[in-house]
């Protein structure tokens, strides 16, 4: 079964600079979520996506800002990069539309950075 | 705040020995979750279990819940080695707004010994 793709796997940047990490939900999946696992942390929510509109916002920074687009996948752009950013970056779709809430977590991209 | 809190923080038992691991939480939710992280690794979902069921079984997993006391175990029977991971539990509070956005609790490393 097609599970949730996220690109790139690993990133390295320097302070400063930008990021944009990408996720492609489960195919029919309408819901995308995006969470930060720190080093040796639970994971935390960020920001939610249904039928490509903005859902729910949780610890994201103002830095921070995603979308999702008309074929449902979507983009975690990330500004100004700071030391403490450096974590796993996991998307997770579900299909909401069908009152399943299971979310499927993709393998996450690891973002250092230096 | 973090929802959940798990205990055992670390839990290690011979390979086929049963291995129990709890999970506490403050809100009303709508369901729970658990999932498997291998270390570094993307988030597994194992099962999901609704407010209003007590009791789900998956394979060798068994699922409790009880709300009156807020809480959960996950109960993996006859354990192998390739059950070594991190554990959470993740809850869908009714307050998390209309994408139902998961609260991770801290986690249980279990290391099954060979």
């Known amino acids: 079964a097609a599970g949730v793709i996220q690109s790139p796997r690993h990133l390295i940047k320097e302070k400063r600079e930008t990021a944009t990490l990408k996720c492609y939900p489960i195919?029919?999946?309408?819901?995308v979520y995006w969470y930060q696992q720190g080093p040796g942390q639970d994971p935390q929510f960020l920001i939610s996506f249904y039928e490509k509109m903005q859902s729910d916002k949780g610890s994201i920074p103002d830095r921070f800002s995603a979308q999702q687009f008309s074929d449902y996948h979507s983009e975690l752009n990330m500004s100004s990069l700071e030391l403490g950013d450096s974590a796993l970056y996991f998307c997770a779709s579900s299909f909401r539309s069908s009152l399943k809430y299971e979310q499927y977590f993709g393998p996450g991209t690891r973002l250092t950075v230096t | 705040s973090q929802q959940g809190e798990e205990d055992p923080q670390a839990l290690s038992i011979q390979e086929g020995e049963n291995a129990t691991m709890n999970c506490s939480y403050k809100t009303s939710i709508n369901n729970l979750q658990w999932y498997r992280q291998n270390s570094g690794r993307g988030l597994v979902h194992l099962i999901l279990i609704r407010s209003n069921e007590r009791e789900k079984h998956s394979g060798r997993l068994r699922v409790t819940l009880d709300t009156s006391k807020k809480s959960s175990s996950l109960l993996i029977t006859a354990s192998r080695a390739a059950d070594t991971a991190s554990y959470f539990c993740?809850?869908?509070?009714?307050?998390?707004?209309?994408?139902?956005?998961?609260?991770f609790g801290s986690g249980t490393q279990l290391t099954v010994l060979p």
């Open positions: 993740a809850t869908d509070a009714i307050s998390s707004g209309s994408a139902r956005q998961l609260t």
């Open positions: 195919p029919r999946h309408d819901t």
